[in-house]
């Protein structure tokens, strides 16, 4: 049965009431399910792999379609307090490359969100973004290498590509380009548990 727990602007969705720890999902539309029917987004299939595999986590999934690194962190405190997360994904950045948002301005977001997270105790996965060509050569290196400097920094797993093995199949892709199909999300929850299973205890 899903949970829904409002925190300020934003729902926390379990789907799971009693387990022995709490996985927290904070990331954008690529998280939240955008364009998909209920219960075909990775977290929900993460949940589901949970259940298969009889490991007893439940799913917290606080992502925001839209959201920015800078949104991620005036919200995590909230999203820590109310899931008390044994693990965190933090999967955002995105939208601050599609926007052309200063790569200095999303790691120091990326590493508040980090640190926060460590600070209760959580263990982190990080999810990596890429950006397409067109934003330039320069951006989309530093952008991409912010990811795996804050991971080595904070010595938390890293996922160094969300899409891995998507974002260059077009079918795998909603009409607008950005957003995975349904038949995609598979894809991206097994990006996610190859980092995520060796923290699951």
């Known amino acids: 049965m899903l949970k829904f727990i409002s925190v300020g602007f934003f729902l926390l969705v379990s789907c799971a009431a009693q387990a022995a720890g709490n996985i927290l999902v904070i990331g954008d539309s690529l998280s939240a399910g955008y364009g998909l029917a209920q219960g075909q987004s990775w977290p929900s299939l993460l949940e589901r792999r ?3 595999t009889r490991l007893d986590y439940s799913v917290v999934n606080a992502s925001i379609s839209g959201d920015t690194t800078a949104g991620g962190a005036s919200r995590i405190a909230a999203a820590l307090d109310q899931a008390k ?3 965190v994904i933090i999967a955002l950045g995105g939208n601050d490359g599609l926007r052309g948002l200063p790569v200095s301005a999303m790691r120091d977001n990326l590493d508040a969100m980090v640190a926060a997270a ?4 959580a263990r ?7 950006l397409p060509p067109n934003y330039g050569s320069d951006y989309t290196r530093a952008f991409e290498q912010a990811y795996a400097d804050l991971a080595r920094r904070h010595k938390t797993a890293l996922v160094p590509f969300l899409l891995d093995g998507v ?15 349904a038949a995609a999300q598979p894809l ?4 996610v548990w190859k980092v995520l299973r060796p923290l699951l205890r």
């Open 167 to 181: 974002g260059e199949r077009r079918e795998l892709f909603l009409p607008d380009n950005i957003h995975p199909t």
């Open 188 to 191: 991206i929850l097994d990006n």
């Open 50 to 52: 949970l259940r298969e």
């Open 85 to 87: 997360p044994a693990i």
């Open 124 to 130: 982190v996965v990080l999810a990596g973004m890429k």
């Open 118 to 121: 460590r600070a209760r105790k």
